[in-house]
Nanobody, 126 residues
């Protein structure tokens, strides 16, 4: 059974930083595609960043230059370093992963979606 467990969310003031972690278990793949989504109240879930099986990285336009996705394959953990956070980035952040060889692309953007974590709340206050 594949499980994804996010951590690292919390409350921070605008301009602050947080680092999210997502520990993956049960997935027999050291470099499977993974990513981070977020869903703000009343809004649709959106892809924040993804890293494909081939290593290709995507960032949403609104987070480029401020967020960094990374992974530690030995620890089966995906990270999202978030700097210069904005109030409008208050949301539940979800980790997602794909089985080996499974990948959905839309307009050349990789969207992982086979497995999901429960989410971690990030609240950015002014």
């Amino acid at each position: 059974q594949v499980q994804l467990q996010e951590s690292g969310g919390g409350s921070v003031q605008a301009g602050g930083s947080l680092k999210l972690s997502c520990v993956v278990s049960g997935l027999i793949c050291s470099n499977c595609g993974m990513g981070w989504y977020r869903q703000a109240p009343g809004k649709e879930r959106e892809l924040v960043s993804s890293i494909a099986e081939n290593g290709r990285v995507y960032y949403g336009d609104s987070v480029k230059g401020r967020f960094t996705i990374s992974r530690d394959n030995d620890k089966a953990t995906l990270y999202l370093q978030m700097n210069s956070l904005k109030t409008e980035e208050t949301a539940v952040y979800y980790c997602a992963a794909d089985d080996p060889g499974s990948a959905f692309y839309k307009l050349d953007v990789y969207y992982p979606s086979d497995y999901w974590g429960q989410g971690t709340q990030v609240t950015v206050s002014s």
